[in-house]
């Protein structure tokens, strides 16, 4: 039992529904219906368009009425965001979450101009790994939206400087995948 559900929680493409077959070496048996499942969900992730991203900004605000009209974001201060996704198909789908840089693309521009990552960042970002690890797996149920991730902008950025911020994400989900939607918000950071 408990090796049934280490292969479940650590295959995507296993699910607690399909029956595992473990031969007596030790490996586990693919069944056709199993090669089948991670077949569809691989093509369903080649093309995430069904999959809608939104970004959350997570307020500094202690203030409850402050909350409602400013992000409260000062300059050279933690800026911290939430990654919403909702799956529009009829369907669940289930995937890995690995590195926090690699699936994620972000722009953030600064009163119109681009900023670039911070050093060490781009390289770990701009290179894409040659595989895909798996920290943890979601699964989006059909027309539901849950957060997968946060994302602080401090592991991507120096210190954002006082200024109208526009940030735009998107993600994949495969190394030869194509994107989701981009995503869009905009916050403001004021001086210290």
Same mark, same amino acid.
């Given at each position: ?183 869009? /918000? /905009? ?6």
């Amino acid at each position: 039992m408990l090796l049934s559900l280490v292969l479940a929680a650590a295959s995507p493409a296993v699910s607690q529904q399909d029956k595992l077959k473990i031969n007596k070496h030790g490996q586990l048996e693919i069944t056709p219906e199993m090669a089948e499942k991670a077949r569809r969900r691989g093509e369903r992730l080649r093309d995430p368009s069904f999959i809608k991203l939104e970004i959350e900004p997570i307020s500094n605000c202690q203030d409850e009425e402050a909350k409602k009209i400013a992000d409260c974001y000062k300059a050279h201060g933690k800026v911290v965001l939430n990654l919403l996704m909702t799956n529009t198909s009829s369907e669940s789908i289930k995937f890995a979450i690995g590195s926090p840089y690699w699936p994620n693309s972000l722009q953030l521009f600064r009163d119109g101009e681009l900023v670039p990552y911070r050093k060490d960042t781009a390289e770990i970002a701009d290179k894409p790994p040659v595989a895909l690890y798996n920290n943890y797996s979601v699964e989006l149920k059909p027309g539901k939206t849950q957060v997968v991730g946060v994302i602080s902008l401090a592991g991507w950025y120096e210190p954002l400087e006082p200024g109208h911020y526009q940030l735009d994400i998107k993600r994949r989900f495969l190394l030869d995948g194509g994107w989701t939607n981009t995503a869009s /918000t /905009t916050f403001e950071v004021e001086p210290e």
